[in-house]
């Protein structure tokens, strides 16, 4: 490890002159890099369009000498100015020959500047026909932008091209000359924003480091085929992890990259993605392969809980597409699969999250005008987790109706119809035929201060079930029909007043209360495929349904009441929210599945609380908070707080904590799904990241659980950048997994370098990326967010 270390970030370093980023903004934006721009030169004069040869010549000297026919010969703090440009030095001679053809010679201090580029030389000739310019041991220096050098001959051709004969590049600031790239021949293409050096030489300081026959480089915003900025990272499972992206600008509506990627100990593995915008729509194809993974088959729990793959051969697909085909028409796909259930803790991807649990493959078609919204689903679920993939449901297909008519002023009516095919992996589990309708009619009366809303419809299902021949099907029955009607009145009023203890403030109050009512019908004999008890937050309070999915419709004679008030400031912005609320219910909310928790109980009156609250400080500090108490556990079920101080995008601290009642958890999981845990959810969370100087800032960020009294998730990391170039050092540490024997968790311990070369690369908020380092990326409590 230790010989091989210092080759890796030596090469790292080497290859980053070739980034060919993607996205590469402008060298440098001058509107966020002023400290970067000081000595640059600044185009300051009314911009002037069409051909300059057309523009006349205004010309200014100390001593002025005419050679009839063809010479004039201005000495002495000679400036001429024709257009954008401007042409100073200590002599010019004007040669015009008979076929018209103008030639300026100029001698001594010569500076030469337009709006795309400054140079200063010795001596310089000048064609004003065709704008060619060449100058000998010269200075340049773009315009408003970090780029520059000296050569010891450069032509100006067509306003566009800069041909340098021996010279030198760097997008370094002047007086600073961290790194440059010298060649025997530069030529820099405005037009393509392109940089091409012949026997190019890089350097760091005065030495040299890397020599390459040819390099191009990019210098703007411009796409172009080529290496990306590598990155290495190294931690204690995997090892040295370096990987090097290769991109392909195929078309202007096509891309592709590949990168392969080395991991110390467990192979080589190739990254492919590609991109299209066309009549398939938009969209990204990736596909990931590892050959032979070394550390696969020596994890012995693979050899039980691989899932879906026993080979060391490993991989991820994923295809991401969106289409409109006419107004009506669209077509949607999302889909992810790997190999086995481990894939995405061992190896990561972009396109998953370890933390969801499971992959989702979503096809959609649909058809949608004034009047309906018409969707055909296909949905499946790869399961990365043994104990709850036989337990999944997937949709094959569902086809989702919905028709709309707000055509009677105040009624509006809509009627859902839903068919589903539900699969499961499970050999006891039964498949089912589900089919729904409901139609619902609604008439609001609404005012600036008041709303009321009536609604009264019905929900019909039908479901045949194949049951296969298990005794745990025993209390299901083949075919069931369901009539549920519904009657809800919803009814809020704001009041509002200027607040008499801040001038110019204003005060409202927003009561609410709906009141819902849904008949019990006994639903024991249907089967659970898609329903899951929905959080009940403030909004919440408010839902007609207890439950996602149409397999639970709970009984519901009950009242949910709540009140809001809000403050304003004298612009009319938020400042502080509090919201509490209530459910009433004069009965027993029931489905008849006694395997829920929740119904294991009579509980009436008061069942469930919530509050949330928001409190803008100030512009720099925000504070977010809920909470939700169930008197079925008679426990809080639900709690959350996050305070956030951001002083700018780089300036922050955050304070969090996060608590979930592990009765509470079992009572929303499916009934036959083994949860994974076994006591509440307590964690307190602080991140920061802070400038320590100009130039360095430091991020971390640490996770306590309370319960187990431990870290469960931390890293720090310092970040490094000036005008010239950047480096970011981070450290991590998070549990991966829970040895059963000891009793103990595991961790996984994360180290990472990247190198930076100011102006050829994409200068994104490396701050930001680093916060999203660990296991919990960081995620605002303020409304926006800056590029996270």
């Known amino acids: 490890m230790k010989k091989l270390t210092p080759s890796f970030i030596a090469a790292t370093l080497c290859l980053s002159i070739y980034s060919q980023s993607v996205l590469a903004t402008t060298l440098l934006d001058p509107a966020s890099n002023k400290q970067c721009l000081v000595n640059a030169p600044v185009f300051n004069r009314p911009f002037v369009s069409g051909n300059p040869n057309n523009l006349p010549i205004e010309v200014s000297a100390d001593y002025f000498e005419v050679f009839l026919p063809n010479t004039a010969v201005y000495q002495g703090h000679v400036s001429a100015v024709q257009g954008n440009r401007i042409i100073q030095s200590q002599k010019m001679t004007v040669n015009q020959s008979a076929n018209k053809s103008r030639e300026l010679i100029l001698n001594g201090n010569v500076v030469y500047q337009d709006n795309l580029i400054e140079m200063k030389g010795d001596d310089a000739e000048m064609n004003l026909n065709t704008n060619d310019i060449q100058i000998q041991n010269s200075r340049y220096h773009l315009v408003g932008r970090l780029g520059r050098g000296d050569a010891e001959t450069m032509k100006f051709n067509n306003n566009r091209y800069i041909i340098l004969n021996n010279g030198s590049f760097t997008s370094c600031p002047v007086n600073n000359s961290s790194w440059n790239i010298a060649g025997s021949k530069i030529i820099y293409d405005d037009q393509e924003q392109l940089l091409e050096v012949w026997n190019a030489v890089f350097k760091i300081g005065k030495v040299p480091v890397l020599y390459s026959p ?18 290495f990272s ?27 990627r080395v991991m110390q100990r467990r192979g080589v593995q190739l990254q492919t993605e590609a991109r299209y915008l066309n009549e398939i729509g938009l969209g990204t194809v990736a596909f990931d392969w590892l050959q032979h993974d070394a550390l696969y088959n020596k994890n012995e729990s693979n050899s039980n809980t691989s899932g879906y793959s026993d080979s060391n051969h490993r991989w991820l697909f994923h295809w991401e597409n969106a289409q409109l085909i006419n107004y009506n028409w669209r077509f949607f796909a999302n889909t992810t699969r790997v190999s086995d259930n481990q894939y995405i803790s061992d190896i990561g991807s972009k396109f998953a999250s370890e933390t969801d649990g499971y992959l989702t493959q979503l096809y959609q078609a649909g058809y949608t005008d004034k009047y309906w919204d018409i969707g055909l689903n296909y949905k499946y679920f790869q399961a990365l987790r043994d104990d709850i993939k036989d337990n999944l449901y997937h949709t094959e297909p569902q086809l989702n109706i919905n028709y709309y008519n707000n055509d009677y002023d105040d009624f509006e009516f809509h009627n859902f119809s839903q068919v589903s095919h539900f699969v499961s992996s499970g050999y006891k589990n039964p498949k089912t035929w589900r089919f729904h309708i409901a139609p619902t009619l609604k008439y609001t009366i609404s005012s600036p201060w008041a709303m009321v809303s009536t609604e009264a419809g019905f929900m019909a299902t039908h479901y045949d079930q194949d049951l296969p021949d298990y005794t745990q099907n025993d209390h299901l029955e083949k075919n069931i029909n369901r009539f549920l009607p519904k009657f809800a009145i919803d009814g809020k009023v704001i009041f509002e007043r200027d607040t008499s203890w801040f001038d110019g403030y204003s005060q409202t109050v927003e009561p609410r209360i709906k009141y819902l009512y849904i008949p019990y019908r006994n639903q ?21 349904q207890s439950y996602s999915g149409l397999d639970r419709i709970a009984s519901a004679n009950k009242i ?62 925000i504070l977010r908070a809920g909470a939700q108490y169930d008197t079925r556990i008679n426990e809080i079920s639900l709690a959350n707080a996050i305070f956030e101080y951001r002083r700018s995008e780089n300036k922050m601290i955050q304070l969090s904590y996060r608590y979930a009642n592990q009765n509470y958890i079992d009572s929303i999981g499916l009934s036959n799904t083994k949860t994974p845990y ?111």
């Open 678 to 788: 076994r006591e509440d959810i307590s964690q307190l969370g602080i991140m920061s990241s802070w400038p320590l100087t100009e130039n360095v800032s430091a991020v971390g960020a640490v996770f306590y659980d309370t319960n187990n009294k431990q870290t469960s998730n931390s890293f720090i990391g310092l970040n490094y950048t000036d005008c010239c170039w950047g480096v970011s050092v981070q450290y991590g540490r998070k549990i991966t997994d829970w040895d059963n024997v000891t009793r103990e968790s595991k961790y996984e311990n994360k180290f990472s370098i990247n190198f930076e070369l100011r102006g050829l690369t994409k200068n994104t908020n490396v701050v930001a990326k680093m916060l999203n380092f660990g296991l919990l990326p960081y995620k605002t409590a303020f409304a926006e967010n800056y590029g996270n």
């Open 234 to 260: 190294y931690d204690s499972i995997d090892g040295i992890d370096f990987s090097l992206p290769i991109y392909w600008n195929i078309a202007p509506n096509y891309d592709a990259t590949f990168t392969p």
């Open 560 to 621: 949910a009441t709540g009140i809001t008030t809000r403050f304003y400031d004298p612009n009319e912005v938020e400042i502080f929210n509090l919201s509490l609320g209530q459910i009433y219910y004069f009965n027993k909310s029931r489905t008849g599945d006694n395997n829920s928790s929740l119904e294991q109980n009579d509980n009436t009156g008061s069942i469930t609380w919530a509050a949330d609250t928001y409190w803008k400080i100030n512009n720099d500090m």
């Open 524 to 544: 024991s004999q249907i089967g659970n495929y898609d329903s899951t008890l929905l959080q009940s937050d403030y909004i919440g309070l408010f839902r007609d």
């Open 214 to 231: 040819y390099l191009q480089l990019p210098t703007g915003d411009k796409r172009r085929s080529g290496l990306l900025m590598p990155d």
